[in-house]
């Protein structure tokens, strides 16, 4: 049911520190240790969950008891933090045939095919890794000139597998835009072990910019752009209250969007997530 990782994921490093004990409040109630590789700084589960065990661990956030203010703040975080998202996408690619990784309800597909995409979707599913691999692993030959991989590559297993398949799947000219929540960002930090970015055991790899970097290096892929996701660190907030139970405070909301907008604005600030931008 759990396995133990004796060498970091990413870059085989054999020493790991203690980093946190955290929590899975959606779910089990159970506790996990993460730990921080001592070379590339990656934190990663372990011991984690087995792959094939994880559909005991899902959870559905449930907003039909929510009040009506309530269910509407939630729609508008999600979707500023999904529209600003594919606006950083849409700075560096015209619409062209794209692959769609996301985990998202085939959310973005659906956006993307509305605004004259030739979107290819294979979403990530959690609970079928193996499948997710070989429908991935089947037309080689196929190309594309954008890949979209949004909020999702933490969760995967086999990450190095599926980098080495994305490298291949992009033309020598196209984009793979990967965004991914950042375990060094003052929110993480603030909040500690009740982070909602850790979401464990259902995420396995925390990155930070550097750890992102030399992960990328050993996969030959380049960094174009790292470019900060301000409107995460408010849909996490308000996930946060969700899951410990707080009441759900507009004013205070409100407040975190005033914080938020003041950190977007200093460009030494740690954002709560990064989409990057990379060409091979
Ligand atoms: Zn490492």
């Not at 929110?187 to 909602?196: I, L, M, R, Y």
């Not at 892929?221 to 996490?236: E, K, Q, S, V």
Request: hydrophobic content about 35%; overall charge positive; glycine content about 2%.
């Amino acid at each position: 049911m759990y396995e133990k990782l004796e060498q970091c994921p990413s870059c085989k490093h054999t020493q790991f520190n203690n980093f946190l004990i955290c929590k899975d409040l959606l779910a089990s109630e159970e506790s996990f240790a993460l730990v921080r590789c001592t070379k590339c700084q990656l934190v990663f589960t372990n011991p984690r969950v087995s792959p094939d065990h994880l559909k005991d661990y899902q959870f559905s956030l449930d907003m039909g008891n929510q009040p009506f203010l309530v269910r509407q703040t939630y729609k508008h975080l999600y979707f500023s933090f999904y529209k600003e998202q594919l606006k950083s996408v849409f700075n560096y690619s015209q619409p062209t045939n794209i692959l769609d990784l996301s985990n998202h309800h085939l959310s973005y597909s659906r956006f993307l095919s509305n605004k004259g995409w030739n979107v290819t979707s294979q979403p990530f599913d959690i609970n079928n890794q193996d499948t997710f691999l070989d429908s991935l692993s089947k037309d080689k030959t196929q190309t594309y000139s954008s890949i979209l991989c949004l909020n999702t590559l933490q969760r995967i297993y086999d990450v190095k597998r599926v980098i080495k398949l994305l490298r291949k799947k992009l033309n020598p000219e196209g984009y793979l835009f990967i965004s991914l929540p950042n375990y060094q960002s003052i929110e993480a930090k603030h909040s500690q072990q009740s982070w909602p970015g850790y979401d464990v055991p259902r995420t396995q790899y925390h990155f930070n910019q550097q750890a992102f970097s030399i992960f990328l290096k050993a996969n030959k892929l380049n960094l174009i752009d790292a470019i900060p996701i301000t409107t995460y660190g408010r849909y996490l907030h308000f996930i946060q209250q969700l899951v410990l139970k707080e009441k759900i405070s507009v004013k205070r909301l409100i407040e975190k969007t005033r914080q938020s907008n003041k950190l977007a604005k200093s460009d030494t600030a740690d954002h709560s997530m990064y989409l990057y931008v990379l060409s091979k």
